[in-house]
């Protein structure tokens, strides 16, 4: 270990550990900065911060879309936008199936599930469709419900919040300096306003994104900040799995190294939030990276497939965390 | 409908079977769903849930990740 990197390190380790306060922008490019060599080393401070201020117990999601595809907004990295040439058509769950899944998700364990549809907003038919599902799950199923619906009016925020909805997802996906770059038919500060509505209607708030997208270092830094100044109660963390058809469907998925580095960056500079490792780990960091990424800050997973790709089997994430002794987090314990 | 019939198309990228390398294709499709009807390759109506995938043709019927399991 040089002097430089022990620095870092060291410096994070008092701030972070001992105190608990998160680390700024710049000290987070130092953290994403560290070589290969000092991995290990980083991921280790990540994994005990996180058991600190977090403990050892691990949320555990599944989620599904309810409408697919047909979006009318051009996020780069989406495939189910219909502005680009993917292979994803339109599709509508209807509410048994949703209950089904949801009763699904229940026997892992989970005390998450998100219903999910890819619009730039719900219009009056979704939210009558997600009201129906949200009353159906509830009566059938003993689990959170969370939406990721797009952005919110303040009455769909009320509405939402009136349903039992007890979190919303809206992600701000990367910087806001990198957002442009990234979605033209919306801005950063409008899915910004949508989370202070949220939080304001007093839902928790799960804000993250996806790094991968062609972010610099800096970017990725600036990123962790801005989301810590949001202070979600869930970030997930997404590795771009470039999609046929979009326009970051030829970028290279970011190598293992850069994942985990990631991965312990963001849980140094939101020590006490539910880290959750989302799309792209499979594609990223393999069959190993659960176990490393559970070793290095991460305590919130999903389970099974994803909105438009498969995910692990759900029973490989669940008997892991057996392994490594991390209770599946309970009902009532969730915040 | 049940979606039985011969593979003629690569059910990931919707080209004949016959024509070019679709090895890339089928490392895919272990972290993907089909999306091509293998036997006339019309876009498919796929639903991906936490635990599987059904996906349909509207020509050839439904396949799901159940059946294929079996």
Known sequence: MTTATSIVLSRAREQVLERGEGLSEEQVLEVLQLPDSELDALLELAHEVRMRWCGPEVEVEGIISLKTGGCPEDCHFCSQSGLFESPVRSAWLDVPMLVEAAKQTAKTGATEFCIVAAVRGPDARLMAQ?????????????????????????????????????RYNHNLETARSHFPNVVTTHTWEERWETLRLVREAGMEVCCGGIVGMGETLGQRAE??????????DEVPLNFLNPRPGTPFGDLEPMSGPDALRTVAAFRLALPRTVLRFAGGRELTLGDLGARKGLLGGINAVIVGNYLTTLGRPAEADIDLLGELEMPIKALNETL | ??????????????????????????RERDLEPPRFCPECAR??????DPFGWTARCSRHGTRSSAAAER
């Open chain 1, 223 to 232: 990123f962790a900040a801005q989301l810590a100044s949001l202070t979600p």
């Open chain 1, 130 to 166: 997600v009201a129906a599902g949200v009353a159906a799950i509830k009566d059938a199923v003993d689990i959170n419900v969370a939406c990721s619906l797009g952005m919110l009016t303040p009455e769909q925020v009320t509405a939402l919040a009136g349903m039992g909805v007890h």
């Open chain 2, 43 to 48: 876009r498919m109506v796929v639903q991906v």
């Open chain 2, 1 to 26: 409908m049940s979606g039985v019939g011969r593979a003629v198309f690569c059910d990931r990228c919707g080209a004949p079977t016959a024509e070019g390398d679709h090895a890339r294709c089928a």
